[in-house]
């Protein structure tokens, strides 16, 4: 869901709150003899182990293979269209499953997994995130779960089963038009809403979780936010409304530091309608906002994520042309990508990258690439043998097992199921 206040086109509180909190409701039913009379059984690995040569990119392990169809064990969402599957596999030997839709693309289901990868990854020397194993362990043991059903949510058509949704018109990729025009009449909602899921469930708000010390730190700053107008703010009717019911349902901490997470990666940064964040309801658009205006708020923020977004994120397999993770006020997509460090390549259409100052790798897909590397140390993946590719003398171009051509400039390594060669880097 985007917002929970009354506006057209938006959802209102209520419907927001079921949304939100439909999963523990459904659980409640099953457990009072509703139509799931059996209480949900624990999800259970379906995705074969990933065996690599040992110093092989892990980026490799993570590809669209790893999507498949919806095991027959889980008929009750298939019943609900969730017709296609993946996981995140946790420590103690469990998995958080994502379901989806057959509209749902590839690069989509790979953002939201890579989005709950990054989420529950380690971010060492952080006050509650350098050991986040007690957190995934917990989302497994709650049966935390993401939906990601066809099209848009209109009031009525939840699907029927205990899962954090995260719908199709929610979650834009990297080079598809509406990532790259910024359409905030369909804003991207995956963040906000796959971290509701680790929030709920890992560091525990309903659910029983690993971090309750972090959650009343959360729910303190929400609070304090709201009587001194970092967040909160009245830029709407029915923000008064939707705070109270926020309160009485105890997710005030859930939304605040959602708040914190879009502006700080940069989602807000291209929408010129009104100063701040989050429809104008939080006092920061960008990083630089946050860190002037809500200092308690990234300070928060930072003790469990990192800098950078640390995912490999998938680019739309129809995009040709230039991504730049360098950040452009031209080019306001920029607010974006510019806090990228590792991407995919999906099609077959011919594409230029730009670094940033991070240690970028891309992973090779089948077309063509010009990457341009930034500051840091930069990397080409290639998931195949050395021995597949020729690599030119001066080691700026290489041809691909596929015939494709890959111009490097500025970057400082090939790394390959087999083997890492170094380049040299004028």
């Keep these: 869901m985007s917002v929970g206040w009354p506006t057209p086109g938006r959802a209102q509180p209520a419907v927001r709150l079921f ?3 439909r999963w523990l409701f459904l659980t409640l039913v099953t457990a009072c003899g509703g139509t799931q009379r059996k209480p949900q059984a624990p999800f259970v690995p379906q995705l074969p182990p990933v065996t690599l040569p040992a110093d092989a990119p892990a980026a490799c392990a993570h590809g669209a293979d790893r999507i498949i169809a919806t095991p027959e064990a889980y008929e009750r969402y298939i019943r609900e269209g969730l017709v296609r599957y993946t996981e995140v596999a946790t420590p103690n030997g469990g998995v958080v499953p994502i379901f989806a839709g057959n509209a749902l693309s590839d690069a989509q289901i790979l953002r939201a997994r890579e989005l709950l990868r990054f989420f529950v990854a380690d971010h060492p020397d952080s006050r509650w995130g350098s050991d986040k194993t007690a957190v995934a362990n917990a989302m497994a043991a709650n049966n935390a779960a993401l939906v990601m059903p ?8 939840e699907p029927r089963v205990p899962a954090q949704p995260l719908y199709d018109a929610e979650t834009p990729v990297a080079g598809s038009d509406w990532f790259m025009d910024n359409d905030f009449d369909h804003r991207d909602a995956a963040l ?4 509701h899921l680790v929030h709920d469930t890992g560091i525990g708000t309903w659910a029983p979780g690993a ?3 972090y959650q009343a730190e959360l729910l303190a700053e929400a609070e304090a936010a709201i009587e001194d107008g970092r967040w909160g703010i009245p830029a709407e009717p029915g923000v008064e409304q939707w705070l109270q019911e926020l309160r009485r349902e105890d997710s005030l901490a859930q939304e605040y530091i959602a708040s914190v997470i879009d502006s700080w990666y940069g989602l807000w940064g291209p929408w010129d309608e009104a100063d701040g964040g989050m429809w104008g309801v939080y006092i920061a658009k960008i990083r630089a906002e946050v860190e002037a205006f809500d200092p308690a708020g990234g300070a928060l923020l930072s003790d469990f994520l990192p800098e950078m977004l640390g995912t490999i994120e998938p680019i739309d397999p129809d995009f040709t042309g230039r991504l730049s993770l360098l950040f452009d006020a031209a080019e306001s997509y920029t607010h974006k990508t510019r806090y990228f460090s590792d991407l995919r390549l999906l099609g ?10 991070a240690d970028n790798r891309v992973v090779a897909g089948p077309g063509d690439l010009a990457f341009e590397g930034g500051q840091g ?6 998931c195949s043998e050395a021995a597949t590719v020729v690599i030119s003398e001066d080691g700026r171009s290489v041809t691909g097992p596929e015939g494709q051509t890959w111009q490097l400039d500025g970057v400082e390594s090939i790394h390959f199921l087999d083997s890492k060669v170094v380049l040299t880097v004028d």
Excluded: Q
């Excluded at 066809?150 to 058509?157: D, K, L, Y």
């Excluded at 906000?192 to 971290?195: L, R």
């Design 211 to 213: 971090l309750p010390e």
């Design 192 to 195: 906000e809403e796959i971290f």
């Design 150 to 157: 066809n099209g848009e949510h209109r009031e009525g058509n």
């Design 348 to 357: 077959t259409g011919a594409v230029t990258l730009v670094g940033n100052a």
């Design 19 to 21: 949304m939100r909190y």
């Design 377 to 382: 140390t930069d990397t080409l993946v290639v």
